[in-house]
């Protein structure tokens, strides 16, 4: 077990404007004991929501950060973020919240980066735990029973934008794949990762499916081009036998932290790291 508790993540400073499945806010604790020594270059492969290196740059434990992302929505999000935050903005203002605007706004066709950017925003507001794969549903009842946008907060997601506005010459976005990321930057001295791959497949529940387009990882290979590196990295993972026999095989240590989902269910993740730290 993790010497440091996963955090609540109502007390913690919300920094991404996405309510991203699978997302680490719970992790923020561990993530300024591993940079406590702060670092150059922060690499997220496997961005996401982009907690981790919101939090690294806007905290100053990292100089820079870059994050990488393949899901073109997700992509579509972060360029929009980083670079037309005035145009989000005021599209945030005059977006009138209803069940069809936003179903409006899904079945239209995203003629430009801008476009599609906002209606990830949109849609990850508004569908169940912010998933955004396939098949997904829209929120029904939602928080005090307001329905689908519920979780539509204008002044807030304005105030996480200017924020990310603010930093944007800290932040850089590249579209692309993270193992292949992870290889190429591996060995650059000064930088550190942070990597949160898709769940693992083969444990029978098949989350990774469920919640990303992109799910299919070579997990092994990550723990390969760590161990072959003396890259400094902090990696999430669930905790299921497949990874268990990763870290054993490579001689990585982990630690256990019991988070809570938004079901409000406790389950075990680990924490992954090449040297003893928690």
């Keep these: 077990m993790s010497s440091i508790l996963a955090a609540n993540v109502s007390c913690v400073k919300q920094r991404s404007p996405l309510r991203y499945p699978g997302g680490k806010t719970w992790l923020v604790p561990h993530i300024k004991e591993w940079l406590k020594s702060p670092v150059d270059l922060l ?3 496997f961005a996401g929501g982009g907690i981790v290196s919101l939090t690294a740059v806007m905290d100053n434990l990292a100089q820079r950060a870059i994050m990488v992302e393949l899901d073109r929505d997700i992509s579509s999000f972060w360029r929009t973020a980083l670079e037309y935050p005035e145009e989000i903005i005021q ?6 919240p209803t069940r069809a605007g936003v179903e409006r706004i899904a079945l239209k066709f995203p003629e430009t980066v801008q476009d599609q950017g906002f209606r990830t925003l949109v849609l990850n507001r508004t569908r169940r735990g912010g998933i955004l794969a396939s098949g997904s549903s829209y929120i029904r009842k ?11 907060y204008p002044d807030t997601l304005i105030l996480r934008f200017e924020a990310i506005a603010e930093h944007c010459d800290r932040l ?3 579209e692309g794949d993270g193992l292949q990321t992870l290889e190429s930057r591996c060995s650059h001295e000064g930088v550190a990762f942070f990597i949160d791959p898709p769940y693992t497949t083969n444990d029978g529940k098949r989350a990774g499916a469920r919640l990303y387009t992109h799910h299919r990882v070579d997990h092994e290979r990550i723990f390969s081009v760590l161990a072959d590196s003396n890259a400094n990295f902090l990696m999430t ?4 036998p497949e990874v268990r026999k990763l870290v054993k095989r490579y001689d990585f240590d982990a630690v256990s932290v019991e988070m809570k989902t938004t079901n409000h269910q406790r389950i ?3 924490v992954i790291t090449r040297d003893k730290l928690f």
């Excluded at 599209?91 to 009138?96: A, D, G, M, V, Y």
């Excluded at 005090?144 to 946008?149: D, V």
């Excluded at 993972?237 to 299921?240: A, G, H, V």
Aim: charged fraction near 25%.
């Design 172 to 174: 850089r976005f590249y």
């Design 43 to 45: 690499v997220e492969p």
């Design 268 to 270: 075990p993740e680990l």
């Design 142 to 152: 939602g928080e005090n029973n307001g329905g689908i946008c519920s979780r539509w």
């Design 237 to 240: 993972y669930d905790c299921s």
């Design 91 to 96: 599209r945030i203002r005059t977006f009138t």
